[in-house]
């Protein structure tokens, strides 16, 4: 599948995810082009509607981006966040998605090497799977 070309929607909180991001690219530690960031003011935000959708929409792969643990600027949020993603795995499974196309990480602000990396590894996780069948539906007219 080399001409394969992922697209992961990255919900970043703004206090860490969405900082590092922006560290990484002043730093010029690049992180793939398939990496479409959401600004979120706090990753407690996301529900798991939002998830969906972003596959609905024809993602590949989604990334959640949030505080490290104990340091949620609303306390709880990426807490909230992480059992939103958990349920939602669990209905990528039973509609034929891998899991895997979801994932969670914690990182502060200053951690905008380890978001490139993160990144990255989660772009190539999605890569190795292949094309969203969600997507390949949008491209040939089946999804409504
Ligand atoms: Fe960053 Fe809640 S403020 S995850």
Not at 28 to 52: F, H, M, W
Not at 94 to 106: Q, S, V, W
């Amino acid at each position: 599948m080399d001409n394969f070309h992922p697209e992961v929607v990255a919900f970043c909180c703004r206090h860490c995810a969405y900082a590092a991001a922006d560290l990484a690219g002043g730093k010029r530690q690049p992180y793939p082009s398939a990496i479409k960031i959401v600004e979120l003011p706090c990753t407690g935000r996301i529900d798991v509607v939002n998830i969906l959708h972003a596959f609905e929409d024809g993602a590949d792969g989604v990334l959640i981006a949030g505080c490290l643990d104990g340091s949620c600027h609303y306390i709880k949020g990426n807490l909230y966040a992480r059992q939103r993603l958990d349920y939602v795995r669990g209905l990528l499974c039973e509609i034929g998605l891998e899991p895997g196309r979801a994932r969670m990480i914690n990182i502060s602000a200053a951690m905008g090497v380890q978001f490139a990396e993160l990144a990255s590894e989660h772009v190539e996780t999605v890569r190795a799977l292949g094309p969203s069948p969600l997507r390949r539906k949008i491209n040939q007219g089946e999804a409504t």
